[in-house]
C-alpha cells in the first residue's frame, strides 16, 4: 500500500492543467475527423465498401491511448527516472533489433512487428522511452555534462535509438530522435560545440550510408521535384493550391481520391489544405503551437530537473514531428515519413504521444510548489530540484 501511496503522491498533487488536456482533446478530434475524410475512399474500395474502416480503427487506438494519458497523470512520474527508465529503454531497443531481424517489411522498410493482427511501430515508443531515459540520467548529471566523459552515457543512448531506427531505414524519424535528444542534453548544460560536433558526426554518417532511395528523394528534391519521386510532393502542393482561402469544403477534396498516396498519413496535412483551406491550416499550426508552448510553459514550472527536461523533451519531439511534415507537404523537403502528432493515422503514434502527453499532464500536476523558477542563462536550461527525487 505504502508503494501504491508513493507512485500515486496524492499529497503533492494539483488540479489536472484543464487547458492542455483540452488542447489535446481538440487537436485529437479534429485528428479523428480528417482521417475520416482523407481515407473513406480507400476504405470503401480496399475494405469492402466500409468508408469507416480507418477511422474504426483509429478510434479504438484513441481510447486506448486516452485511458493511458488520464491513467499517468494520475502517477507521480518521478518514479520512472531511475532503474525504470533503463528497463524501459532496453525492451525497445530489444524491440528494435527485433524489427531489424525479423519485422515485417513495406516498401523496402523494416519498421513494423504484427502483434494480434495489428502492426505495431516500435520506434514511436522507443524515443518516448530515451526521452525519459535521457531526463534521469542528464538530472543527475548536470555540471558534468562539459566533458566527453560526462556526455558519453546521454549521448550513447541517443546514438543507438536514433541509429537502429535508421537502419530500418526511417531517416526522419532518427532525424527526430537524434535532434530531441541532443537539444534535451543541451538544455541540461551540455557543452555546445562537443554537441555541434556530434551532430555534424552524426549526420556525416548517415549520409555515407544512406540508401538508394533516400539520394533518389534527395535529388528528385534538388532537381524540383520532377519524376516519380517528386510526385507524391507534387500532387501535395496542388490539393493545398486547390484549397485556396476557406477550402473545398470538408469532405470535398479530390486528392484523396487516389491522387495522393498517403492522404491519411505522411500527407494528411495536404488533405486539410485542400478541404480547409488556408484558414483551417493557419488554425490547425495555431493549435499545435499553443499546445507545444503549454508543454514547454510545464517543463519550465516543473518542481523537478527531470520533470522538466522530460517535458521540454517532449514538447520539442511533437514540435519537430509537425514542423517535418508540414516541410513536408508543403515542398519545402524531400519526402519523409512523419505524421502530424495526433492527427495523421497510425496507431503506435497516437498511442505514444497519448502516453507522453499523460506524462507531461502528471508532470503539470506537480509542478506548482511555491519554489523559486528555473533560471535561463546562455541559453541553457539551470533546473535546481526544489524537494523529491531527480
Not at 16 to 31: I, Q, Y
Amino acid at each position: 500500500m505504502s508503494v501504491w501511496r508513493s507512485w500515486i503522491g496524492a499529497e503533492n498533487r494539483g488540479p489536472l492543467d484543464r487547458w492542455l488536456l483540452g488542447g489535446v482533446l481538440l487537436l485529437s478530434a479534429v485528428g479523428l475527423l480528417m482521417v475520416y475524410s482523407s481515407s473513406s475512399a480507400m476504405g470503401v474500395v480496399g475494405h469492402r465498401g466500409n468508408d469507416l474502416y480507418y477511422l474504426q480503427s483509429q478510434m479504438t487506438r484513441w481510447f486506448v491511448g486516452l485511458l493511458l494519458l488520464l491513467g499517468l497523470s494520475q502517477l507521480d512520474v518521478r518514479h520512472l527516472g531511475g532503474r525504470l527508465g533503463w528497463i524501459t529503454w532496453g525492451i525497445t531497443i530489444a524491440l528494435l533489433v527485433f524489427v531489424l531481424a525479423f519485422g515485417v517489411e513495406v516498401r523496402g522498410a523494416r519498421r513494423w512487428i504484427m502483434v494480434g493482427g495489428s502492426l505495431v511501430q516500435p520506434s514511436e515508443f522507443a524515443r518516448l522511452a530515451m526521452l525519459i531515459l535521457l531526463a534521469g540520467t542528464l538530472a543527475r548529471r548536470r555540471g558534468r555534462l562539459n566533458t566527453w566523459r560526462g556526455l558519453a552515457a546521454p549521448l550513447g543512448v541517443t546514438a543507438l535509438t536514433a541509429g537502429l531506427i535508421a537502419a530500418e531505414p526511417h531517416m526522419s524519424m532518427a532525424i527526430l530522435v537524434g535532434g530531441s535528444g541532443l537539444a534535451v542534453i543541451f538544455l541540461a548544460g551540455g557543452s555546445l560545440w562537443r554537441l555541434a560536433l556530434t551532430a555534424i558526426g552524426g549526420g556525416a554518417l548517415a549520409l555515407a550510408g544512406g540508401r538508394a532511395y533516400q539520394a533518389t528523394r534527395w535529388d528528385a528534391f534538388l532537381q524540383g521535384m520532377q519524376g516519380e519521386e517528386g510526385y507524391q510532393v507534387l500532387q501535395s502542393k496542388l490539393g493545398i493550391a486547390s484549397g485556396g482561402l476557406f477550402g473545398m469544403g470538408l469532405g470535398n477534396g479530390m486528392q484523396k481520391h487516389f491522387f495522393l498516396p498517403d492522404p491519411h498519413t505522411d500527407f494528411i496535412l495536404s488533405i486539410i489544405g485542400e478541404e480547409l483551406g488556408l484558414v483551417g491550416v493557419v488554425a490547425l499550426l495555431a493549435l499545435t503551437a499553443a499546445l507545444v508552448l503549454r508543454i514547454f510553459g510545464t517543463g519550465r514550472r516543473a518542481s523537478t530537473a527531470f520533470g522538466s527536461l522530460l517535458a521540454w523533451g517532449i514538447g520539442l519531439q511533437l514540435m519537430l514531428g509537425f514542423l517535418l511534415h508540414t516541410v513536408v507537404c508543403l515542398g519545402w523537403g524531400p519526402t519523409t515519413g512523419v505524421p502530424y502528432p495526433l492527427i495523421s493515422f497510425g496507431g503506435s503514434a497516437l498511442i505514444a504521444n497519448m502516453i507522453a502527453l499523460g506524462l507531461v499532464l502528471s508532470i503539470s500536476r506537480r509542478g506548482s510548489a511555491p519554489e523559486p523558477a528555473p533560471n535561463y542563462i546562455g541559453g541553457l536550461l539551470m533546473v535546481e530540484p526544489r524537494g523529491g527525487r531527480g
